[in-house]
């Protein structure tokens, strides 16, 4: 007998109302708009680096990723509402290198292609939708965000004024360090159908055994992380920061275009992963798994310290058991090359909506750009 086999995609519930869905659409897509809007003149023309994109195709990008999958069902052959959006847009076919010699259409018509795209999707949400299209809008929402967060960063690496507004200060580190301990337990890890909207490198639940472990209430600070530095005088260069400065004594971090006093208790950012590796063995600590981090942020929220900063785990980024991939197949499996690294949480540039436990981010471990620090566990 032929079994016809449901995608996962096309499982995942329940989705916010479709009200829900059309206020994070304004929220999102305003904020890229807003943030290009703001681009001075000459911004938009950028060195060609890993680590970047040119702002312009990364706009464009945008709206021909939220259109090929919202309204083109994932297929080239359905047209674009502009010429050769695949040939200029599509981040699979177009390598990195390529984004710096093509011609990009001018803002204007940039604009006008989100705002046609825009005006699609909010039309659509108006009446009944299917699950895969719910899916499909969803996917464009976050992966919107996530661009917006990128422009953040990039922005950072550009020395460029911030780009918007954090959802989340800076915090100030009064409380005393301690560690916190969990028991050792089975518990369960990734995402189940029922939690609505996730990413296809969450699945499936799994249960993991933990043993026991204690991790700081609260992640490394600038002056911890100073003391570290000054205990390495012979490779000074390797370990600092590489937004900071030191002008006599005082030292400074660059964040955005301003040159600020580095103030001590608030948490490092901008850590590299085997900077945040060393500095663990010299306090004859280590960094927390994944799954470690995961419980403390499952745990009670008040007894560990937010960070507003994405956080370093030891865990290499691989599939976990039962992963298969969802439609935009390039979104993880391409980054099970051992060479990326789990961070778990959320940035001060990641809205709320992205914000779950469950979900995982991963770069390079070299990455500093993005806004990113650690805490650490004991050693037993
Ligand atoms: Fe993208």
Known sequence: MMQFVIPDYLRYTPYPSQATLLTWLEDSNSLTRYILQNLQAGQESVPQQEILNPPHWEFGHISWFHEF?????GLEANQSWLSNADGLFNSSLVSHA?????QIPDLDKLFAYNQATFERTADLLGRPLRNEQLYFITLSIFHQDMHNEAFAYMWQTLGYPQPFMPNHQSTNLQIPIRDLAFSGQTRQFGSQLDEG???????????????PFSIASHPVTNGEYL??????????????????????????????????????????????????QRYCEW??????TEHELTTLYSSEANTYQSTGLWEWSSSTFQPFPGFTEDPYRDY??????????????????????????????????????????FRTCSIE
């Open 69 to 73: 999958w919202v309204h083109r069902s």
């Open 98 to 102: 390529t984004r710096w010699e093509l």
């Open 197 to 211: 909207f996730i990413f296809d490198n969450e699945k499936w639940v799994h249960p993991i055994q933990l043993e």
């Open 227 to 276: 003391e570290f530095l000054q205990s390495q005088a012979n490779q000074l260069e390797a370990w600092t920061p590489f937004y900071w400065k030191q002008d006599g004594r005082q030292w400074y971090e660059r964040h955005f275009d301003q040159w600020q006093i580095l103030q001590e208790n608030n948490p490092v950012r901008h850590i590299r992963h085997d900077q945040a």
């Open 283 to 288: 306090r004859r600590r280590r960094l927390p």
């Open 332 to 373: 993880s499996r391409p980054w099970f090359d051992g060479r990326h690294q789990v961070l778990k949480g959320w940035s001060a540039y990641t809205p709320e909506r992205l914000r779950r436990t469950a979900f995982r981010n991963f770069y390079e471990i070299q990455r500093a750009d993005i806004f990113c620090g």
